[in-house]
């Protein structure tokens, strides 16, 4: 079967693709991470400041994407299951460095003010506040206000009601609220 050239790979085109992945198509798995690696790196750079390590967390979600596919039951769209996959990668990631410096490596070079808003800053306090809550209101408030997520799409992925995902988010957001101020 012919593949789609990655230019010509729209949404319902990666739906399919994942499906025929997670079926064990090898040829689709292959046009499937070809196709999602700029949106990967896209959403790991909202995680990560420099460059390197969000390319070090895409490559982590990719290989991820490739061990993982087969469980992709298509409860939540691919879009969906790969948000939150590469969330987790990328937080992983930012846990991986931090845990490197703490044992006495070095850290990587730190973003250039000249060339980096102040938004790369934000995100590491933001990381570090993440990494401070309990893991139900982190991952629902990174995939809700980091990756811009629906409700619904949150609920389907978590596999908890809507109601629920509310309040994990509202918690995340008031404990993220008081310690984002203690960094001030």
Aim: hydrophobic share 40%; aromatic share 6%.
């Amino acid at each position: 079967m012919a593949y789609p050239t990655i230019a010509e790979i729209d949404r319902a085109d990666i739906e399919k693709l994942a499906r025929e992945a997670a079926a064990g198509d090898p040829v689709a798995l292959n046009s499937l991470l070809s196709a999602i690696r700029p949106e990967t790196l896209r959403l790991c750079a909202r995680f990560l400041p420099n460059r390197e390590d969000a390319e070090e967390a895409c490559q982590d979600a990719l290989w991820a994407v490739t061990r993982g596919i087969g469980d992709f039951q298509g409860r939540s769209t691919f879009r969906t299951w790969l948000y939150g996959l590469t969330a987790n990668r990328a937080r992983s990631t930012y846990q991986a460095l931090r845990r490197r410096h703490e044992s006495g490596g070095p850290l990587p070079d730190p973003p250039d003010p000249r060339r980096t808003s102040v938004v790369a800053g934000t995100r590491l306090d933001l990381l570090e506040a993440l990494d401070e809550l309990p893991a139900e209101y982190a991952e629902a408030a990174t995939l809700r206000d980091v990756l811009g997520l629906g409700y619904g799409d949150i609920a389907t992925l978590l596999d908890v009601p809507v109601g629920t995902v509310k309040s994990r988010i509202h918690e995340a957001r008031r404990r993220l609220r008081l310690r984002l101020s203690d960094y001030r």
